[in-house]
């Protein structure tokens, strides 16, 4: 059981630069969500989905865009990096009826 | 929106001691509370979690933490620490009526245990 996968795990990208991280998640979780994760700032929700087809915004979405397709994939765009998108991102899917959050290990991405 | 605040960027200790990690958050309405571990270049896994009920919660590894609404309060603790808790620990939490899965983190606490 893979659980949570996120890839790339690491990207170096120069400003100005797109890119694409991929989530995957073999549980049949409906909810799916993007952090990014900041020295000193904990975990920020970037964008998080309820189900196939739908998006929304949480606290730091500016840069990023998000699809969800299918219901097992959710995907997070960069249209224009920027140094400030340096940071690691996590992918998270949910039980429901535990409350308990699913975590990939992470996407490390570094924007020159 | 919640704001959650941890007390303590680093807590050192030493091995066998106990430990406390503390955790505020600002609103009184119902809430869930978790705690998640997270060891290094490693993505968080959940350590405990109040919905509701009892309000000292055990979770893995031999934490426990209380929940204490008149002071919005969920610190963690462990009497005993091995060297394998060295790890970043982050309390988050979730308005009963928000979006399920919407957590609001702690800036997080290192937790470094010295033999």
């Known amino acids: 059981n893979a659980g949570v996968t996120q890839t790339p795990k690491f990207r170096v990208l120069k400003t100005g630069q797109s890119m694409t991280l991929l989530c995957a998640q073999d549980?049949?979780?409906?909810?799916m969500y993007w952090y990014r994760q900041d020295p000193g700032m904990g975990l920020r929700l970037i964008h998080y989905?309820?189900?196939?087809?739908?998006?929304a915004k949480g606290e730091v979405p500016d840069g990023y865009n998000v699809s969800r397709l299918k219901k097992q994939n959710f995907l997070l765009g960069l249209e224009s990096a920027a140094p400030s998108q340096t940071s690691v991102y996590f992918c998270?899917?949910?039980?429901?009826?535990?409350?308990?959050?699913?975590f990939g290990e992470g996407s490390r991405l570094t924007v020159l | 929106a919640q704001s959650v605040t941890q007390l303590d960027s680093q807590v050192p200790v030493f091995e066998e001691a106990p430990v406390e990690l503390r955790c505020n958050y600002s609103?009184?309405?119902?809430?869930?509370l978790f705690w998640y571990v997270q060891y290094p270049n490693q993505g968080l896994q959940l350590l405990l979690k109040?919905?509701?009920?009892?309000?000292l919660v055990k979770g893995i590894n031999g934490f426990e933490a209380e929940f204490n609404k008149s002071q919005t309060s969920f610190h963690l603790r462990k009497p005993s620490v091995h060297i394998s808790d060295t790890a970043e620990y982050f309390c988050?939490?979730?308005?009963?009526?928000?979006?399920?899965?919407?957590?609001?983190f702690g800036r997080g606490t290192q937790l470094t245990v010295w033999p």
């Open positions: 998270a899917s949910i039980r429901v009826n535990t409350g308990e959050l699913f």
């Open positions: 549980m049949n979780h409906e909810y």
């Open positions: 989905s309820v189900g196939e087809g739908t998006t």
């Open positions: 609103s009184s309405v119902s809430v869930y």
């Open positions: 109040y919905l509701s009920g009892s309000t």
């Open positions: 988050a939490v979730s308005d009963s009526g928000s979006t399920l899965g919407r957590l609001y």
